[in-house]
């Protein structure tokens, strides 16, 4: 139940407190910047990279390829210890880009080079699905026996024409066998996916909930679409602006709880949207609108509409 005593105690599965849960203390991400790239952009499944990426719209500044990942992880420590003091444990995030995409060795090198540092518990992988393979997950899945691992994977949309249209590289196909791999060997994993991208209606994004909850994944992330400066999509959004829904902050309120109601209630929800920095985009039509704020009004919205999530799974 969702209620008890007539008090709210909790209308979504919120990541949030997720790791003290599972291993008795808070894990603090920490962004580390190994200097990858992606098969979209050098030219193995494409150029360019996808439509509406700049990875630097998308990491802290404390997080620099070419820095020693030790001095990156001692510079994150720094920064997160003023907001969240009682952090004593860290995980190593590696993000920016695709963060398999390269030979094992290279790997190796770069992970155990991070779970060298004392304070770091684990690492939390950020990925494309077609740049995983067995070994790779085999190895992996070797690190989970002593430490914290955790696969995301970019996944963004559930149709292949939005993946073609929006420059991925991989299909629909590609992310749910690296799904269903990865879940074989029993290890941790999450998925993001973006809201409003090109040729997509409401219904289109409501229907991506059956399928994510088909997927072994344990934990989700939805950001809604952001038009980042300088990006083949913002090209796009200037040519075709009625090819995208554009959400108001009530609008997708109500989209995120007509969502959650159909999610399957064991699924984690880690994050509902994205914060891009202001002077990477050329409009704010939610303000300067914090995560915080977001969560609170979205709980307030649950409860008027006295929903939650799983609702509507069957």
């Known amino acids: 139940m969702y209620r008890q005593n007539s008090r709210t105690v909790g209308r979504y599965n919120s990541y949030i407190g997720y790791f003290k849960k599972t291993y008795g203390e808070r894990l603090q991400k920490v962004v580390v910047d ?3 790239t992606c098969p979209n952009r050098d030219g193995l499944v494409g150029t360019g990279g996808c439509t509406y990426c700049d990875n630097a719209a998308f990491h802290p500044g404390y997080s620099t390829a070419g820095i020693p990942i030790l001095e990156q992880i001692d510079e994150g420590i720094k920064f997160h210890r003023v907001r969240y003091r009682k952090a004593e444990k860290f995980l190593a995030y590696f993000q920016p880009y695709s963060n398999t995409y390269a030979p ?3 790997l190796r090198e770069v992970y155990e080079e991070a779970l060298s540092h004392p304070l770091v518990a684990g690492i939390v992988i950020g990925t494309r699905p077609d740049c995983v393979d067995e070994a790779k997950l085999d190895y992996l899945a070797l690190l989970a026996r002593d430490h914290v691992v955790v696969i995301e994977y970019g996944i963004e949309s559930v149709y292949d024409r939005t993946l073609r249209r929006i420059n991925r590289g991989h299909s629909f196909e590609d992310a749910a ?6 879940a074989a060997r029993g290890l941790t994993q999450g998925a993001h996916f973006i809201f409003g ?3 997509e209606t409401v219904g289109d994004m409501l229907a991506y ?3 994510i909850n088909k997927m072994p994944l344990h934990s989700v992330k939805f950001h809604q679409l952001q038009i980042v400066r300088g990006t083949a999509m913002e090209r796009e959004f200037a040519s075709h602006p009625s090819d995208f829904v554009t959400f108001s902050l009530d609008e997708y309120l109500d989209f995120i709880a007509d969502l959650l109601e159909r999610l399957r209630p064991d699924l984690y929800i880690e994050r509902f949207a994205g914060e891009v920095p202001p002077r990477f985009v050329n ?3 939610w303000g300067l609108l914090r995560n915080t704020e977001l969560i609170r009004l979205l709980e307030q919205r649950l409860e008027e509409r006295n929903t939650f999530q799983g609702r509507l799974y069957k």
């Open 197 to 199: 991208l090109p040729g």
């Open 209 to 211: 909930a059956p399928i």
């Open 104 to 106: 094992l060795e290279r």
């Open 283 to 285: 409009s704010t039509p």
């Open 177 to 182: 066998r690296a799904v269903e791999m990865t």
């Open 34 to 36: 190994a200097g990858f």
